[in-house]
């Protein structure tokens, strides 16, 4: 059933995916070889995200590996105003080996991996307990959750499906670009995706499809440098024209039908029982500012 979705309800979905893992399986596959793991777990990533970066279940889990914020956190990986990394592929991919090693390191069963990797530890250990004890995943299957009773079979289809796509006449949708294809950058000083853009010649959709854990276009300055992912001649521009792109300012302030336009540095998301007074104290700024950025009469939002 598990392989009817993906090789006939979902073709389409497959087609995209097919094409993504140009892009991400020698990621995973450099990863999972480094820490001497099975390279199949890459297949995990399509069950778990269909191989989009910034997936998000209605837990929260996010990213290619849909990591929640407090295992995300065990791993390193940084979460803030600027940037998930459980969005980088990189650093979400070493985390998510790092997280099976450790599931591996208690099971020692690649299957029960999987169900620990979807339900958690707790379910996985409570399912052995009321099997009298049992350590397959076959065995215990009855007591997990649901979901996870369909996980493992979702995986072996994907594994199937994977490799025998062209055989139910599935064919991948070709990315924008490939994994050999893209170069990395440390920035770590204050840069927007329109600065890169304009001295790059990548557009604005190809930053954001490269680079899915930086939020907002923007590189905050950091001690901690952030990596940035370019296409490889885009990555020698950039290195160039380093000088004059962090001195420029594509939204340099001018004027329009009376105002200066600036650079936008912070958003608001409105919620209820929020008031002009109580949103400006909380950024520091004037009433009459806000009421001016966004073209509010009065005191009403």
């Known amino acids: 059933s598990y392989i009817n979705v993906y090789a006939i309800r979902r073709r389409n979905l497959t087609s995209k995916v097919l094409g993504l893992a140009a892009l991400y399986y020698p990621l995973f596959e450099e990863q ?3 820490f001497d793991m099975p390279l199949e777990l890459k297949h995990l990533a399509v069950v778990e995200s ?4 910034s997936a998000k279940s209605p837990m929260g889990a996010t990213g290619l590996w849909q990591f929640m914020y407090t295992t995300g956190k065990i791993y390193n990986l940084e979460v803030n105003s600027f940037v998930d990394e459980r969005r980088d592929p990189y650093e979400s991919t070493i985390a998510a080996c790092q997280y099976m090693e450790y599931l591996y390191g208690r099971y020692k069963d690649w299957n029960l991996v999987l169900a620990a990797y979807n339900s958690g530890p707790g379910n996985v250990n409570k399912a052995i307990r009321r099997s009298g004890g049992k350590r397959t995943y076959w065995e215990i299957r009855r007591y997990l959750p649901r979901e996870t009773r369909g996980y493992v079979p979702a995986f072996i289809a ?3 499906i994977m490799n ?4 139910h ?3 991948p949708i070709e990315p924008p670009i490939k994994y050999p294809e893209v170069d990395t950058l440390q920035v770590c000083r204050r840069t927007t995706f329109d600065q890169i853009s304009k001295f790059t010649s990548v557009s604005l959709e190809d930053l954001e499809m490269l680079n899915p854990s930086i939020k907002r276009n923007i590189i905050p300055k950091s001690e901690k440098c ?3 992912y370019l296409p490889v001649e885009a990555a020698g521009l ?8 962090y001195n420029f300012n594509p939204s340099e302030p001018q004027a329009a039908d009376g105002y200066i336009v600036e650079d936008l540095i912070e958003t608001h998301v409105v919620r209820s029982g929020d008031v002009l007074g109580k949103i400006a104290e909380r950024y520091g700024v004037g009433v009459s500012s806000i009421r001016e950025w966004n073209n509010i009469r009065g005191n009403n939002i």
Do not use: G, S
């Open 158 to 160: 994907v594994n199937y």
């Open 164 to 167: 025998h796509a062209a055989d």
């Open 238 to 245: 950039f290195l160039v024209n380093q000088d004059e792109l």
């Open 169 to 171: 006449n599935v064919y």
């Open 226 to 228: 952030l990596t940035v």
């Open 50 to 53: 269909a191989l989009n970066p």
């Open 32 to 34: 999972l070889d480094r």
